[in-house]
């Protein structure tokens, strides 16, 4: 990912944190949370031979613990469902072409991090996407781990797509975005998942407006889309 050129300071919702900025909309970068740095004195969870690594990393919001890779649950296929306010919307996990953005995603839908959180960014204009993941609702919140990036060679980010947002190469951690429309970006977000249901739910939020609270086209959505749980379906 190129250094942006310019940033803008994000407005908090509800809290406000100082250690992060926004890019804007027309830079084409669609995320923004600041994982912080890694903890240096804590120890990372084991890496397994794949080269997946979870590092401890501030912050960390509603902490769940570090997930210790397993490479024979993170190949099983699955299905995530977010019960949200405005519907449910399933994704079919990519766990062959993302092993450690999909365990790490069930791992805290399994320990219902993202129950009672609230998708907090809209952008409907140059990219279009739906941002959710922090339980802070302010886009600055973590996990208290990051991970490194995968999928990353020729990705695309077509309407359906669910990739992770992040803070620079190898800064992924809670926070995801849908796409709602077909959307062009640089190849640095790990794309990990597919809408199988819920497209037009992510369409009628797109419709509904947000409120530019960062720039024109970007803001928090006017329709609250408020996660409700999230349930991991085996296949």
């Keep these: 990912m190129t250094t942006p050129s310019s ?13 992060w ?12 949370a600041s994982t912080g740095t890694a903890v240096a004195d804590t120890p ?16 960390a919001d509603n902490f769940k613990g570090i997930p210790v890779f397993d490479a024979k649950k993170a190949a099983k296929p699955y299905s995530a ?3 949200t306010s405005q519907g449910k919307i399933t994704f079919e996990a990519l766990t062959d072409k ?7 995603f069930r791992f805290l839908a399994e320990h219902d ?11 409907t204009q140059r990219i279009y996407v739906l941002q959710c993941g922090d339980p802070t609702g302010t886009g600055s919140g ?8 995968e999928n990353l060679t020729g990705a695309t980010y077509p309407a359906g797509t669910v990739a992770m947002a992040n803070a620079g190469p190898d800064t992924n951690g809670s926070q995801f975005f849908f796409v709602w429309k077909d959307t062009k970006l640089s190849p640095a977000y790990t794309p990990f998942g597919r809408v199988t249901a819920g497209l037009d739910v992510l369409q009628k939020i797109a419709a509904g407006g947000e409120d530019d609270q960062n720039n024109p086209g970007d ?3 006017t329709l609250p889309v408020n996660i409700r749980d999230v349930k991991i379906s085996t296949h």
Excluded at 21 to 32: E, G, H, N, Q, R
Excluded at 44 to 59: E, F, K, L, S
Excluded at 113 to 123: E, G, I, V
């Design 142 to 149: 973590g996990p208290g781990y990051s991970f490194p990036d």
């Design 219 to 221: 803001g928090f959505p």
């Design 81 to 83: 469902t977010l019960r």
């Design 21 to 32: 900025a926004l890019v804007t909309a027309a830079t084409v970068l669609p995320l923004v």
């Design 7 to 19: 940033t803008t300071p994000r407005k908090a919702r509800h809290v406000k944190r100082t250690h």
């Design 98 to 104: 993302a092993p450690c953005t999909t365990f790490s």
């Design 44 to 59: 990372a969870a084991a890496a397994p031979a794949t080269g997946c690594t979870y590092t401890p990393a501030v912050p």
């Design 113 to 123: 991090y993202f129950d009672r959180s609230h998708c907090h960014r809209l952008t």
